[in-house]
């Protein structure tokens, strides 16, 4: 059964800096790729950023680039993504998602994100 357990979330003040990890079982997490994902209140689904299988290759939405930075440890099944210079605007749930290749979605339950003074 594929789980993913998103931590790290919290409350942190427009500036700071946080880093969420997504712990992942269930599946050979280093032959895959997976990505973050967020949802901010009232808005839909927002992609921010994926990884690929060997974490040589990563890509961002425009919203984050050049503030967050995503990152794997094959040898922990982990995922991480590190936040800095946070807005308000990046108040929202972070899920981390993996797509298997029959075109199933896993997602964790998220952790919340408010940036907040």
């Known amino acids: 059964e594929v789980q993913l357990v998103e931590s790290g979330g919290g409350l942190v003040q427009p500036g700071g800096s946080l880093r969420l990890s997504c712990a992942a079982s269930g599946f050979t997490f280093s032959d895959n790729g997976i990505s973050w994902v967020r949802q901010a209140p009232g808005a839909g689904l927002e992609w921010l950023s994926g990884i690929n299988s060997a974490g040589g290759y990563t890509n961002y939405a425009d919203s984050v680039k050049g503030r967050f930075t995503i990152s794997r440890d094959s040898a922990k099944n982990t995922m991480y993504l590190q936040m800095n210079s946070l807005k308000p605007e990046d108040t929202a749930v972070y899920y981390c998602?993996?797509?298997?290749?029959?075109?199933?979605?896993?997602w964790g339950q998220g952790t919340q994100v408010t940036v907040s003074s």
């Open positions: 998602k993996y797509s298997d290749r029959t075109g199933n979605d896993y």
